[in-house]
């Protein structure tokens, strides 16, 4: 077996600082923020929608599409280029199945794309906070 692993030590940019991680975070009253670096791994922009499709078979395994059904991206604010979207229905279901109780929930995307029929969809790996 050969692990990669995703942590606060091996998840951050050579700039540093807390917006330069890979992350999508999930914040408990709806917020889901992608930061600048996801951002640009996955060639996110400003009015992209993004939608979170959970597998049914395996209730803790989550991906992220884009798609023309998504929420739809936009700036958190004007000091900030990470982009958001509101919708307390999905991130509670993303705090249901992993039953966290903290307030945020953190997620890496995987560097493969899982193809599904003409879909592309990006496996999400939960990181603990700690």
């Known amino acids: 077996m050969k692990l990669k692993e995703f942590s606060m030590a091996t998840a951050t940019s050579k700039r540093g600082g807390k917006h330069s991680?890979?992350?999508?975070a999930?914040?408990?009253?709806?917020?889901?923020?992608?930061?600048?670096m996801i951002c640009e791994k996955l060639n996110l922009?400003?009015?992209d929608r993004i939608s979170f499709?959970?597998?049914?078979e395996d209730l803790g395994e989550w991906y992220i599409e884009k798609s023309d059904t998504g929420f739809e991206?936009?700036?958190?604010?004007?000091?900030?280029?990470s982009l958001v979207f509101q919708n307390k229905i999905t991130t509670d279901a993303?705090?249901?199945?992993?039953?966290?109780?903290?307030?945020?929930?953190?997620?890496?995307?995987l560097p493969e794309?899982?193809?599904?029929?003409?879909?592309?969809?990006?496996?999400?790996?939960?990181?603990?906070?700690v």
């Open 21 to 24: 991680l890979s992350i999508i």
């Open 26 to 36: 999930v914040h408990r009253k709806g917020r889901v923020s992608f930061t600048p």
């Open 45 to 47: 922009k400003l009015g």
């Open 53 to 56: 499709l959970q597998d049914e």
């Open 73 to 81: 991206l936009k700036l958190f604010n004007t000091q900030s280029s």
């Open 94 to 109: 993303l705090f249901e199945s992993f039953r966290e109780k903290e307030s945020s929930l953190r997620f890496k995307v």
């Open 113 to 129: 794309p899982v193809k599904l029929g003409k879909r592309t969809l990006y496996k999400l790996a939960h990181v603990p906070i």
